[in-house]
């Protein structure tokens, strides 16, 4: 998608306080079923659905659920809260589509899909986010450059 005119935009944003489950809740350092903030976003291009993003944002966070969360989350991390984020675990896979997915981009239930789990962290280590992005499986396309360590 080098063409800004095809870069995908926001066409839904939902944000919600909801008790974090026993994943979740590992992933951010915080007991089972503590309140948190999860956003959901869907980008896309035109109108169609092309990735499904879901936060869930450490509750020391003090974040409201009124933010703008059409930019990138680590910028409204960094921006707004002004803390540093300093590095992302992120992990990918390929996965069948499940119910929420499937009605978030338009496909069949069952319909391959990308997966990239990440945990968002600070300089201390502390995990500000943990998310889970669902890109079409029709739409989508993996780059990775590797390069040899200097001599």
Known sequence: LEDAAAMPRVLAVDARWLAADADEAR????????????????????DLAIMHLRSWLHPDLALTGQEDFTVPMHLLIEHRLGIATERSLERLSAVAAD????????????????????????????????????????RSAFACELRRPSA
């Open 27 to 46: 992933a951010l350092g915080i007991p089972a079923g503590h309140r948190v903030l999860r956003v959901d976003r869907v980008r896309g291009i035109d």
């Open 99 to 138: 119910s929420d997915t499937s009605a978030a981009l338009g496909v069949k239930r069952g319909s391959p899909v990308l997966l990239r789990e990440r945990t968002l962290r600070d300089s201390s280590g502390r995990a500000l986010e943990c998310a889970r992005c669902h890109v079409r499986g029709d």
